[in-house]
T-cell receptor, first 115, second 117 residues
């Protein structure tokens, strides 16, 4: 079945450091890929997405490129801020056209950014 | 992005009682909504898929008689935890699928923290 593997945390960085959170996937067909962010005590917020190979999703300085050849969707940000501290989830969607549509999530990566 | 609300945000109940959680898509119609459960410091576990006007589809291991789901309109799905027990204490999150000509994205509610005493 479909699966998402993402880098285990926690990840601790200093402010303005470069961030990479690795995500690879296994899926049949052509899934869409997502990064969601969860701040403490809250639900998930969509951070960015990509729907086909070579698409780059970007938002709030974060970027991720859909790499079909390496089945990856790594999240990057050039300069993190304290406010970026949160849990980041990589996800893929499957069964897009049918009743079996659903999201499959990675385990989440806790990012802590220190001033 | 689209907005999904959940109510209540927190609920504390006694063991044996039932609790209803509402999930609403505020600015789009959602034929499909999802209910997840999240344990501390863990990922989301899909419990069931709720389709408007039809019975929910439950994931393996989820008791349909315990977690009743109703999706009566295109903007509202409810999850009722029946005869709640302390082991049902968890963070419950819903999401709604925004499926249009140019979009196919799940938007998540803020979650409901259920504590069963």
């Amino acid at each position: 079945g479909d699966s998402v593997t993402q880098m285990e945390g926690p990840v601790t960085l200093s402010e303005e450091a470069f961030l990479t959170i690795n995500c690879t996937y296994t899926a049949t067909g052509y899934p869409s890929l997502f990064w969601y962010v969860q701040y403490p005590g809250e639900g998930l917020q969509l951070l960015l997405k990509a729907t086909k190979a070579d698409d780059k999703g970007s938002n709030k300085g974060f970027e991720a490129t859909y790499r079909k050849e390496t089945t990856s969707f790594h999240l990057e940000k050039g300069s993190v801020q304290v406010s970026d501290s949160a849990v980041y989830f990589c996800a893929l969607s499957s069964g897009s056209g049918g009743s079996n549509y659903k999201l499959t999530f990675g385990k989440g990566t806790l990012l802590t950014v220190n001033p | 992005g689209a907005v999904v609300s959940q109510h209540p945000s927190r609920v504390i109940c006694k063991s044996g009682t039932s609790v209803k959680i509402e999930c609403r898509s505020l600015d789009f119609q959602a034929t499909t909504m999802f209910w997840y459960r999240q344990f501390p410091k863990q990922s989301l576990m899909l419990m069931a898929t709720s389709n408007e006007g039809s019975k929910a589809t439950y994931e393996q291991g989820v008791e349909k008689d315990k977690f009743l789901i109703n999706h009566a309109s295109l903007t509202l799905s409810t999850l009722t935890v029946t005869s709640a027990h302390p082991e049902d204490s968890s963070f419950y999150i819903c999401s709604a699928r925004d499926l249009g000509e140019r979009t196919d994205t799940q938007y998540f509610g803020p979650g409901t923290r259920l504590t069963v005493l």
